[in-house]
């Protein structure tokens, strides 16, 4: 079933409660994930890890060039081009343990002129044309021959197609920003999200098929993997939206469209419940992350009129609606410890307040470190309750 969207609307009146009170790592790769036997070492790990992974990656990677491209500041580009550089050298690294630190180096410095390119497309004094564009597509293709280079298992034509779609949507998202249609740019660079999953998934199959040898056998079925994926590009999309929000709002630019993007990705989430739950059940699922949407929006406009007791009364609110959603995820799957939703969702409250706060305050590496662990939690809550879902309800209705 397809649930209607219910579109937050940044408005005050809408949704600020009248109440008073007193090393590198990428963002949701699992720690185990897709890392090959070696003498003395890890067991290896199943096929599944090496997608998961290679999707953190590049999610990430793709997430911080387009927080350099709506920098708003030259002291807010420069953590984000630090945080974009860091995550190039992460996706480098889950090179290494396959092909050495010779290929790790080599595909660092491809990725790293990538993010030289974002941040000169985005220089104020320059424009995204037609130069611009095609400097990327050469360093796409250039990263595709490099993986095409580790052996005949990795299909360098598709990597190369869907990483120079993926320029193209970034770009013209660009585009649509800076000629004031933010709309189109969330179109555009969702569907650059499709691409680069597309290309990260290509670079997992060609790991799995070029070093059999160093992945075990597969410890879950196919419908839990993939609802697995489903489930963690859900929860992305939500927080990296959310951020987007108060990125825009905080810049007074227009934030309507990142927040329905927002509503977009609680839709996606009810609609995953629905799979295996009666269809109340899933309204009811995106209800409850929809109510996060309105608590943290509810926090941003709060700290705007920089009062007080709105503050910590949008703040309780938060915390008691994420209790409720813990409450609901758990009472709703089998297997799925209280003790454990409570942790995870009062976690991601935690670091998106701590997030808008450190924005509010022009405190952008803690707005960035923020974001991080934020983005690293909701991918835990999507393993979470992709398994236990899937576990206590398969076959799907």
Same mark, same amino acid.
Request: with cysteine; hydrophobic share 40%; net charge negative.
């Given at each position: 079933?397809?649930?209607?969207?219910?579109?937050?609307?940044?408005?005050f009146?809408?949704?600020?409660?009248?109440?008073?009170c007193?090393?590198?790592?990428?963002? /949701?790769?699992?720690?185990?994930?897709?890392?090959p %036997?070696?003498? /003395? =070492?890890?067991?290896?790990?199943?096929?599944?890890?090496?997608?998961?992974?290679?999707r953190?990656?590049?999610?990430?990677?793709?997430?911080?060039?387009?927080?350099?491209?709506?920098?708003?500041?030259?002291?807010?580009?420069?953590?984000?081009?630090?945080?974009?550089?860091e995550?190039?050298?992460?996706?480098?690294?889950?090179?290494?343990p396959? #092909?050495?630190?010779?290929?790790?180096?080599?595909?660092?410095?491809?990725?790293?002129?990538?993010?030289?390119?974002?941040e000169?497309?985005?220089?104020?004094?320059?424009?995204? +044309?037609?130069?611009?564009?095609?400097?990327?597509?050469?360093?796409?293709? *250039?990263?595709? $021959?490099?993986? =095409?280079?580790? =052996?005949s298992?990795?299909?360098?034509?598709?990597?190369?197609?869907?990483?120079?779609?993926?320029?193209h949507?970034?770009?013209?998202?660009?585009?649509?920003?800076?000629?004031?249609?933010?709309?189109?740019?969330?179109?555009?660079?969702?569907?650059g999200?499709?691409?680069?999953?597309?290309?990260?998934?290509?670079?997992?199959?060609?790991?799995?098929?070029?070093?059999?040898?160093?992945? /075990?056998?597969?410890?879950?079925?196919?419908?839990?993997?993939?609802?697995?994926?489903?489930? $963690?590009?859900?929860?992305?999309?939500?927080?990296?939206?959310?951020?987007?929000?108060?990125?825009?709002?905080?810049?007074? $630019?227009?934030?309507?469209? #990142?927040?329905?993007?927002?509503?977009?990705a609680?839709?996606? !989430?009810?609609?995953?419940?629905?799979?295996?739950?009666?269809?109340?059940?899933?309204?009811?699922? %995106?209800? %409850?992350?929809h109510?996060?949407?309105t608590?943290?929006?509810?926090?941003?406009?709060?700290?705007?009129?920089?009062?007080? *007791?709105?503050?910590? /009364?949008?703040?309780?609110?938060?915390?008691?609606?994420?209790?409720a959603?813990?409450?609901?995820?758990?009472?709703?799957?089998? +297997?799925?410890?209280? *003790?454990?939703?409570?942790?995870?969702?009062?976690?991601?409250?935690?670091?998106?307040?701590?997030?808008?706060?450190?924005?509010?305050?022009?405190? !952008?590496?803690?707005?960035?470190?923020?974001?991080?662990?934020?983005?690293?939690?909701?991918?835990?809550? +999507?393993?979470?309750?992709?398994?236990?879902?899937?576990?206590?309800?398969?076959?799907?209705?």
């Open positions: 079933m397809h649930h209607a969207r219910t579109f937050l609307v940044v408005a009146s809408a949704c600020l409660p009248i109440c008073a007193a090393g590198t790592t990428i963002p /949701g790769e699992t720690t185990d994930g897709g890392v %036997q070696t003498d /003395g =070492g890890p067991e290896a790990k199943a096929a599944i890890q090496a997608q998961v992974n290679q953190a990656g590049w999610s990430t990677e793709t997430q911080w060039t387009r927080f350099v491209a709506i920098n708003a500041s030259p002291a807010e580009l420069s953590v984000a081009s630090s945080k974009l550089n995550s190039e050298d992460a996706i480098a690294a889950m090179i290494a396959y #092909a050495g630190d010779q290929a790790q180096a080599q595909l660092g410095r491809l990725l790293h002129t990538r993010a030289q390119l974002w000169g497309l985005v220089a104020p004094a320059s424009a995204p +044309g037609t130069s611009s564009e095609d400097a990327l597509d050469s360093n796409a293709a *250039s990263i595709a $021959r490099f993986y =095409g280079g580790l =052996g298992a990795f299909d360098a034509t598709t990597i190369g197609n869907e990483l120079t779609a993926q320029v949507a970034m770009i013209a998202g660009v585009n649509m920003r800076n000629h004031n249609d933010p709309r189109q740019a969330v179109i555009a660079w969702s569907n999200d499709d691409h680069m999953r597309a290309a990260a998934d290509a670079i997992a199959a060609g790991l799995v098929n070029q070093y059999p040898d160093q992945f /075990g056998p597969a410890t879950t079925s196919s419908t839990e993997d993939a609802f697995r994926l489903k489930m $963690r590009a859900t929860l992305d999309d939500h927080v990296f939206w959310t951020r987007v929000f108060v990125v825009d709002r905080e810049a007074k $630019r227009d934030a309507q469209p #990142a927040l329905d993007r927002v509503a977009d609680d839709v996606d !989430f009810g609609n995953l419940y629905s799979q295996f739950y009666a269809d109340d059940i899933g309204v009811t699922a %995106q209800h %409850q992350l109510q996060d949407s608590d943290s929006t509810a926090f941003v406009f709060a700290n705007e009129l920089a009062d007080p *007791s709105a503050i910590d /009364g949008t703040s309780a609110l938060w915390d008691s609606d994420g209790a959603f813990a409450q609901f995820m758990s009472d709703t799957t089998p +297997g799925l410890a209280l *003790s454990d939703t409570q942790r995870i969702v009062q976690t991601n409250v935690n670091g998106a307040r701590a997030m808008i706060v450190s924005r509010f305050a022009s405190q !952008f590496d803690a707005d960035a470190s923020s974001y991080t662990s934020t983005a690293s939690s909701y991918a835990e809550l +999507g393993d979470v309750v992709s398994h236990a879902i899937v576990t206590s309800r398969t076959p799907p209705k």
